[in-house]
């Protein structure tokens, strides 16, 4: 009996171990899967102050290892000229996903947070109809704070038009922020009706996000946990 009870201990004992270790393992029986990596990825230049401030609130914000990724030009695919001289925040994010990108960066990074100073814009469609939004001159291609895909791994955020004569304080506020909104998307979540929560739709104001708590409200909390 004391051999069995023995026995027994030492294959508890073993599976454990199994699973401890081995990450692959790990993953199978869904407990502890891969960590989540943030890469922060500067696209032109971007200052080295708001690179350390986005880095320092995602960090923060969802306690994952945040990492800066070397410098890198905009993408000329999403170059537009339809309205002003920018860059489509899709296409940003379309080149972020090709495998050209995906396959230089390191592996262990799982979500890519990119970063620039250019304007970014999207086209805006009316819900309902599926057509583009009314005025169409207007919302053909509409500038953007930011743009996160949902459950996509990756997202843009603009310092463009955050800086419209406000402080240095308030513009980190802002740009930390979208910064930690867009990362939400990436991490599944839409937008929030609860209006302090980081996730509220910023609604094409500035001013959103600054009346914002600059917090998760605890329903999205608790979809991301
Ligand atoms: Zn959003
Ligand atoms: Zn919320």
């Avoid at 839409?190 to 708590?213: F, G, W, Y």
């Amino acid at each position: 009996m004391k051999k069995l009870i023995a026995f027994f201990l030492f294959l508890i004992l073993f599976v454990v171990g199994i699973l401890y270790f081995s990450p692959a393992a790990r993953s199978v029986v869904g407990i502890d899967p891969a960590p989540t990596i943030v890469g922060v990825q500067p696209l032109g230049d971007v200052p080295d102050s708001e690179i350390v401030a986005v880095i320092n609130a995602v960090r923060e914000m969802y306690d994952y290892q945040v990492v800066e990724l070397k410098r890198q030009d905009l993408p000329e695919m999403a170059y537009t000229e339809i309205r002003y001289p920018r860059y489509r925040a899709d296409s940003i994010l379309t080149w972020l996903c090709d495998e050209a990108y995906q396959s230089a960066k390191p592996d262990s990074i799982n979500i890519i947070l990119s970063l620039t100073k250019a304007d970014i814009s999207i086209t805006k469609y009316n819900k309902e109809t599926g057509e583009i939004k009314d005025p169409e001159w207007k919302y053909k291609d509409f500038g953007i704070f930011g743009l996160g895909r949902i459950h996509g791994g990756v997202c843009v955020v603009s310092s463009h038009r955050l800086a419209n004569g406000v402080s240095q304080k308030i513009f980190q506020k802002r740009l930390t922020r979208i910064a930690c909104h867009e990362v939400g998307h990436v991490l599944g979540l839409r937008h929030c009706p609860v209006q302090q929560c980081l996730m509220n739709d910023a609604n094409e104001s500035i001013r959103t996000i600054d009346k914002s708590t600059g917090e998760i409200c605890s329903a999205c909390k608790k979809k991301i946990d």
